[in-house]
């Protein structure tokens, strides 16, 4: 079951989730953290980038562009004739024509006109060119405005005969926008764009064009930059670029899935977190490693998978896993099948093979019905699928099999602390410390759920218990340093991620869990911008734990504060890759469809690129919270 560190820092949270579940990733907790802090801004080339739940958006800052250059006066002239122009641009109803234009010439009205076409419009003068193609297209507003759209793209044609203008070739898209011709929309928008590049509803023409032919990728970077001239006020704008940046990460995550090996494992950090959120236990009888059990039986390969579970590292990760997958081929396990059938299902969740995972904990429970951990990871798999009723259904399920398994109230609580739940999560946690005060983690998320609560003075007091008692396990001043870098008690929170990081390196040198670099690099980062010093945590993280999400999307963010995207757009990318479901490859794609788009914006449209290098200067990070 989820768990949750420190309510986060103004920054995509890094820290792994206290007993995470097999679902839970980096991406989980950025999307929950960012409808906490929808503040949150940071800048990257003057554009502003706000974290949502769909991914990355852009908005402007407050600071206004700088004016350009006083034009010419016939400029000037021509340039206020086009905004009254557009204030009368099409679509509107015909009552509302009416009354805002009532000397407008009529559809008739258009005959009286001499016959236009590529011949005649050279015998005109550039007056008559500009008398003629104004009142086709007020012509063409009204036919629009009836609803009689073959007529009104006959009138807007005249019109760009006479004088080809961004307003009549928009106009003429919205026509064939009303009758569905996608190819025409985009054609006729492309040319207005051309011809005023910032023409915002031009651009939402053409990209609303753009996801009816199922190009997302296009419709996104029309949105995009739409959102960005326009500073984010047109709400259905900013909405479309969410929608699109999943639609365009759905896609792309088709692929991945296809390509994807479906026996990795993920990192060796995830893989360890989530074993240990349940109680160690000893060996079951007749599998310790005094029996010697030959490797071509089951037991033999229950044995050994049980043995590499405990080196903790990748490869002893990857022998367990296969050793699973055989013991239960080779069979003959007698009172051990409901442990392999549960060992197995474990590993084929993280691997991604939910549906498999869960028939093997069904497997389980049908063999052994009160084996109440197989409850228990089936509640973690029904969640991590959204279907939070089977869950808590599981959950009492292990109850009425034994109402005093610490670690049923554990994993109860998780549920009801990703929920929001934190009162009942407090009790269960309070509940599973009653029965077994000896599992460090009830006491942590205990501590984590009061801060989440407000109660500050109670939460550091649990962590002041945690070290006197627990005193040797470096998660406690992990967990308790990211309490105090949410407080911006910098060098408090950096001493405790030192300890956490000297006793890894003591205990556990061959397989050091690598959240406390991590976290060292936030703080040096938060606290004195030490963008080097931040990165090469990370970059030792990654030597560490080459396969650790966490450490990828920390790099990313880091890069991307720099203006290094496309550096950054790499780790985004490698953090799809290393996501396990659907759900999380969806989620990651999402950030880096948002990191390519503010790259494809910038090289489509220099100027605007420019523009909003002049308008940057907010600070990274400022003003979070």
């Known amino acids: 079951m989820s768990g949750a560190s420190a309510a986060p820092p103004p920054m995509p949270p890094l820290g792994k989730p206290i007993a995470v579940p097999v679902g839970s990733s980096v991406w989980d907790r950025i999307t929950n953290w960012a409808s906490e802090n929808k503040a949150l801004v940071y800048t990257i080339a003057g554009v502003a980038v706000v974290v949502t739940g769909a991914g990355v958006v852009y908005y402007l800052n407050d ?5 350009t250059a006083q034009p010419k006066l016939s400029k000037k002239e021509r340039r206020k004739r086009k905004e009254a122009e557009r204030q009368a641009e099409a679509p509107k109803s015909p009552s509302a024509s009416s009354e805002q234009q009532p000397k407008a010439p009529t559809v008739e009205a258009t005959d009286e006109l001499p016959e236009i076409n590529e011949n005649t419009v050279t015998t005109f003068s550039d007056e008559q060119r500009r008398d003629y193609a104004l009142q086709l297209k007020n012509a063409g507003n009204k036919a629009y ?19 080809p203008d961004s307003i009549f070739y928009s106009n003429r898209a919205a026509c064939y926008n009303a009758l569905g011709a996608w190819e025409k929309v985009v054609e006729d928008t492309t040319a207005a764009i051309s011809l005023d590049p910032t023409y915002v509803k031009a651009l939402n023409r053409r990209a609303n064009a ?149 028939q093997d904990m ?51 609580a998780q549920l009801h602390f990703i929920h929001g739940e934190f009162q009942d999560a407090a009790k269960d946690y309070q509940k599973s410390i009653d029965l077994d005060g000896t599992f460090i983690f009830s006491h942590i998320q205990l501590g984590v759920t009061q801060y989440k609560m407000g109660s500050v003075a109670s939460s550091m007091a649990t962590f002041r218990r945690c070290v006197k008692n627990f005193d040797k396990v470096p998660d406690v001043y992990n967990y308790y340093g990211e309490l105090l870098l949410d407080q911006s008690k910098y060098e408090e929170a950096i001493q405790k991620f030192d300890t956490a990081m000297e006793m890894e390196k003591q205990t556990k040198p061959m397989a050091m869990n690598v959240l406390p670099l991590i976290n060292k690099a936030l703080a040096l980062f938060q606290q004195k911008s030490e963008f080097g010093e931040a990165e090469k945590l990370c970059e030792k993280a990654l030597i560490i734990d080459p396969e650790c999400d966490i450490a990828v999307a920390t790099m990313a963010q880091l890069l ?29 794609l999402s950030y880096a469809e948002a990191t390519r788009t503010q790259i494809q914006v910038q090289e489509k449209y220099p100027q605007l690129a420019a523009k909003l290098q002049g308008m940057g200067g907010a600070g990274a990070f400022a003003g979070a919270r």
């Open 63 to 67: 600071a206004k562009p700088k004016p």
């Open 145 to 163: 405005g009836s609803k009689d759209y073959n007529r009104a793209i006959d009138l807007y044609s005249k019109a760009i005969l006479c004088k």
């Open 210 to 358: 753009y996801e009816h032919l199922s190009q997302f990728s296009e419709s996104l970077l029309d949105y995009t930059a739409s959102c960005i001239i326009d500073e984010f006020k047109t709400e259905s704008s900013t909405n479309a670029v969410e929608r699109l940046l999943k639609k365009v990460a759905e896609q792309k995550a088709e692929d991945i899935i296809k390509s994807k090996d479906p026996n990795k494992l993920p990192s060796p950090t995830f893989v360890s977190n989530y074993i240990q959120s349940f109680r160690a236990k000893p060996r079951p009888e007749g599998l310790e490693d005094s029996e010697e059990l030959s490797e071509s039986t089951g037991l033999g390969q229950l044995q050994i998978g049980l043995r590499a579970m405990e080196r903790r590292t990748h490869e002893g990760y990857e022998e367990a896993a296969n050793a699973f997958e055989k013991a239960l081929e080779y069979g003959d396990l007698g009172e051990h099948e409901a442990l392999a059938y549960n060992l197995r299902g474990t590993f084929r969740n993280l691997r991604g093979s939910q549906e498999q995972a869960l």
């Open 362 to 412: 069904d497997k389980s429970i049908e063999l052994d019905p009160s084996y109440t951990q197989s409850y228990v990871k089936r509640a973690s798999m029904h969640l991590e699928m959204g279907d939070r009723a089977s869950a808590a259904a599981d959950l009492e399920q292990a109850l009425s099999q034994n109402e005093n398994d610490p670690d049923i109230f554990y994993h109860r």
């Open 560 to 588: 991307l504060q720099q203006g290094k995207i496309t550096e950054a757009l790499k780790y985004f990318e490698r953090a799809a890759e290393l996501a396990r479901t659907p759900g999380e490859i969806i989620n990651a």
